[in-house]
């Protein structure tokens, strides 16, 4: 037999099903990050690791009155004792607990360098000393008395608590986030004050609605304060599914200068927004002209936060121009709301805010019922001890003589006066100078005492009612020494309605330039910058030549329309610049391969077009109707088969004038067509052959214009030959009407 040792991987290979062991493995992941890293418990409302640093402070004692110790102590004796993780991540976590700006409620009392709402990170762990916060103790109040349950650390030498007894509604108080496999969570911080008064509801009224919770929970309370905007129905809806959002801005104010000016003054801005990159990225903004109301941005904030903004020009609205700021950048920021936690320290569930204050009232009800057992053992054992001294007291010369001469003192004294072994070696541990008469006394106060307290302990176990009024006390403690009345415990975050503006904000934020809309016949599109009229010098590819000229500013809109019967529309401000030969429209829009552009133009909100096709057929639109939001653009005119679409016109007049192929001209009323928002039309001129050529809508006392070859222009009043009914064949186009049979620009 060899004596060559069985190292790791001599043992024969065992075949087993990858896809199994993946499962295995990865599900394994899974419950761990949820379970012990990602998802906060909802009773104590803390993650493994923030539970693990309070409970290594509390052995350490790092009490709310006690001096402090260095960051590096404590992060040793969590990484050693209970947390197997890097130090940095204990440390990040430790230093985030004592941020005010970060947590609502700090847990840690921090003295150093712990970072700053700039998101400069804190010193290192070896400068920084720590200690707990009343709010940490009061989440640690009675764990040494079996209020929770304790399991072995990871490496079986130490025990740690499952959950904390947590005299503080924790987890809606100070809010968590974090990230699991498949589920994440998100729960912004709340005022205290306000949770303690929906709990003493709930106590008193178990059956309340969401509606009443959210009347004394009205939102999210910060610790960086701001203004909440969320309309309360949202509220409403997102505490009662427990997913939503709220949006968030920051608190600002108006101050004059000198002169009739004025200057924005920010104080507070919302949650988990780092100033530094908030600066930036105005400046940003600032740089690429997508803020043309903001002149510049200081930043002096000292201990408080104060930017200062400057308007373009002191004729600017305050409120407009912090409309276009808060549209744009993170003064204006939505903070999401997912309560998914730990139910019952097992089950990942996403809980309302009712179910979430039930869950933490059921808590504090099983640490009291466990709190009141300990007691009650405690006191039936000291009464069992003071019970032994007085039949001392009673028997002084026996018990004395027992003791003195007897070999075996304690069983004589169990036998004699029919003690427990508990009471006789507390007889025998007793010193010869408690004998006197005022420790009698004392010890008949005692058991008193200790008696009157035990039959109140009894009816508290026995009576539910009594559990809650116990309950309801603790609740109004805390809200007494946390609530409103304190520098700590009052609101910061308030609430109010987004103003109303009339003002287009996307045009606002747009800076006003004239340019020159260019389209070349093949369908290639630049704006020149400036209302330009001379175009020798505009350059087109070879073969391509000038369609259509527009004079445009920055801040409108261009609307195309095609001879598939479609409508697009381009930004102004998007258009490529006017050096080179621009780009072609279908990078634009997605426009057919056989469509071509028909006309273009500014869009007029209020203003009606009549759109019409070859076939003869067409209509009047409104022009806000065929503003098209996408690439794909609006199907207004609907065309089939060989048809397809030859003009748009503006509407404006009180008859039409349509001529055809055939050099037949037709003119009514503007009233005999319909108005429509999109389809095929209807019939506006008949034809035998050819189809439809142009249109025109006209003033009766203006008359019919018209373009030649030469580009001279004509008015013609009498049109009395021509006038018929819609539909009708129409009369021969008048003399020196051009041979296109087109009317000309339209535009």
């Given at each position: 037999m060899s004596d060559k040792p069985i190292l790791p991987g001599d043992e024969p290979a065992e075949a087993i099903n990858l896809k199994d062991a993946l499962e295995e493995r990865y599900l394994a992941y899974a419950l761990s990050t949820i379970m012990?890293?990602?998802?906060?418990?909802?009773?104590?409302?803390?993650?493994?690791?923030?539970?693990?640093?309070?409970?290594?402070?509390?052995?350490?004692?790092?009490?709310?009155?006690?001096?402090?110790?260095?960051?590096?102590?404590?992060?040793?004796?969590?990484?050693?004792?209970?947390?197997?993780?890097?130090?940095?991540?204990?440390?990040?976590?430790?230093?985030?607990?004592?941020?005010?700006?970060?947590?609502?409620?700090?847990?840690?009392?921090?003295?150093?360098?712990?970072g700053n709402i700039d998101g400069d990170n804190a010193a290192a762990m070896r400068y920084t000393e720590a200690r707990m916060t009343?709010?940490?103790?009061?989440?640690?109040?009675?764990?040494?008395?079996?209020?929770?349950?304790?399991?072995?650390?990871?490496?079986?030498?130490?025990?740690?608590?499952?959950?904390?007894?947590?005299?503080f509604p924790n987890l809606l108080a100070n809010g968590s986030n974090g990230i699991a496999v498949g589920m994440a969570t998100s729960i912004?911080?709340?005022?205290?004050?306000?949770?303690?008064?929906?709990?003493?509801?709930?106590?008193?009224?178990?059956?309340?609605?969401?509606?009443?919770?959210?009347?004394?929970?009205?939102?999210?309370?910060?610790?960086?304060?701001?203004?909440?905007?969320?309309?309360?129905?949202?509220?409403?809806e997102a505490y009662k599914t427990g997913r939503g959002g709220f949006r968030v801005r920051a608190r600002w104010h108006k101050e004059e200068l000198p002169r009739g000016g004025y200057q924005v003054v920010v104080t507070e801005i919302p949650y988990q927004v780092q100033k530094s990159r908030l600066i930036e990225k105005i400046a940003e903004l600032l740089h690429a002209k997508k803020l043309p109301l903001l002149g510049d941005i200081l930043d002096e904030s000292a201990e408080d936060i104060r930017l200062v903004i400057e308007p373009k020009s002191r004729t600017v609205d305050p409120v407009v121009l912090m409309?276009?700021?808060?549209?744009?950048?993170?003064?204006?920021?939505?903070?999401?709301?997912?309560?998914?936690?730990?139910?019952?320290?097992?089950?990942?569930?996403?809980?309302?805010?009712?179910?979430?204050?039930?869950?933490?009232?059921?808590?504090r009800k099983e640490v009291l019922v466990r709190r009141s057992n300990w007691r009650l053992g405690k006191i039936e054992t000291r009464l069992e001890i003071l019970d032994g001294y007085l039949?001392?007291?009673?028997?002084?010369?026996?018990?004395?003589?027992?003791?003195?001469?007897?070999?075996?003192?304690?069983?004589?004294?169990?036998?004699q006066f029919k003690m427990s072994e508990v009471q006789a070696n507390a007889i025998l541990d007793m010193r010869l100078r408690t004998l006197n008469k005022l420790q009698e006394v004392e010890i008949k106060s005692e058991h008193k005492k200790l008696s009157a307290e035990r039959k109140q302990i009894i009816a508290l176990l026995k009576s539910d009612d009594l559990q809650w009024e116990r309950i309801a006390d603790e609740v109004k403690s805390t809200r007494e020494q946390f609530g409103n009345r304190t520098e700590l415990g009052k609101r910061r975050s308030e609430f109010a309605d987004a103003p109303e503006i009339d003002v287009d904000l996307d045009q606002v934020m747009i800076e006003k330039e004239p340019i020159t809309f260019v389209l070349s016949d093949k369908g290639w599109v630049r704006a020149l910058k400036g209302h330009q009229d001379d175009f020798a010098k505009v350059q087109f590819k070879t073969g391509d030549k000038l369609k259509r000229a527009i004079h445009a500013q920055t801040t409108d809109k261009i609307v195309l329309f095609a001879s598939n019967g479609k409508f697009f529309t381009l930004a102004a401000d998007?258009?490529?610049?006017?050096?080179?030969?621009?780009?072609?429209?279908?990078?634009?829009?997605?426009?057919?391969?056989?469509?071509?552009?028909?006309?273009?133009?500014?869009?007029?909100?209020?203003?009606k077009l009549l759109v019409a096709s070859s076939g003869g057929n067409g209509f009047i639109v409104g022009e806000n109707d065929v503003v098209a939001l996408t690439r794909k653009g609006k199907q207004v005119l609907n065309v089939s088969g060989a048809d397809e679409a030859v003009a748009c016109v503006p509407a404006s007049g009180n008859m039409i004038a349509v001529i055809g192929e055939n050099r037949k001209m037709l003119v009514y009323p503007m009233d005999e067509v319909s108005e429509m928002t999109r389809g095929k039309g209807m019939r506006l001129q008949k034809y035998k052959d050819?189809?439809?050529?142009?249109?025109?809508?006209?003033?009766?006392?203006?008359?019919?214009?018209?373009?030649?070859?030469?580009?001279?222009?004509?008015?013609?009043?009498?049109?009395?030959?021509?006038?018929g009914s819609r539909a009708q064949a129409g009369r021969i186009a008048p003399r020196g009407f051009p041979k296109s049979n087109k009317f000309g620009p339209a535009f």
């Open positions: 012990h890293r990602a998802l906060p418990d909802v009773r104590d409302g803390l993650k493994p690791v923030h539970r693990r640093l309070l409970f290594a402070m509390r052995q350490l004692k790092l009490d709310p009155d006690q001096g402090f110790k260095k960051c590096a102590r404590v992060v040793g004796d969590v990484i050693g004792k209970y947390h197997p993780h890097g130090d940095q991540s204990v440390y990040d976590a430790l230093v985030r607990l004592a941020q005010s700006f970060a947590v609502r409620y700090p847990l840690v009392d921090g003295q150093g360098n712990f009343a709010i940490a103790a009061a989440l640690l109040e009675g764990i040494d008395e079996d209020t929770v349950d304790f399991r072995e650390t990871y490496d079986g030498s130490e025990e740690e608590p499952v959950v904390l007894p947590a005299n912004p911080p709340h005022n205290v004050h306000e949770l303690c008064s929906a709990v003493l509801h709930l106590i008193k009224y178990p059956n309340a609605t969401i509606e009443k919770l959210v009347d004394l929970v009205p939102g999210p309370d910060f610790p960086t304060g701001g203004v909440l905007v969320e309309p309360r129905e949202n509220i409403v409309e276009s700021l808060f549209r744009l950048t993170d003064l204006e920021n939505r903070v999401p709301f997912n309560m998914n936690v730990l139910s019952q320290g097992k089950i990942p569930n996403v809980l309302s805010l009712k179910s979430v204050l039930l869950e933490w009232l059921d808590h039949i001392a007291y009673l028997n002084l010369d026996e018990v004395i003589r027992i003791v003195r001469y007897e070999d075996h003192p304690k069983q004589e004294l169990m036998d998007k258009l490529p610049g006017g050096r080179g030969h621009g780009e072609p429209i279908k990078l634009m829009v997605d426009i057919d391969e056989s469509a071509t552009i028909l006309e273009a133009f500014v869009h007029e909100p209020d203003r050819g189809g439809l050529s142009d249109v025109q809508v006209y003033d009766v006392d203006v008359g019919v214009s018209w373009v030649d070859a030469a580009g001279r222009s004509f008015t013609l009043n009498d049109l009395y030959e021509w006038v």
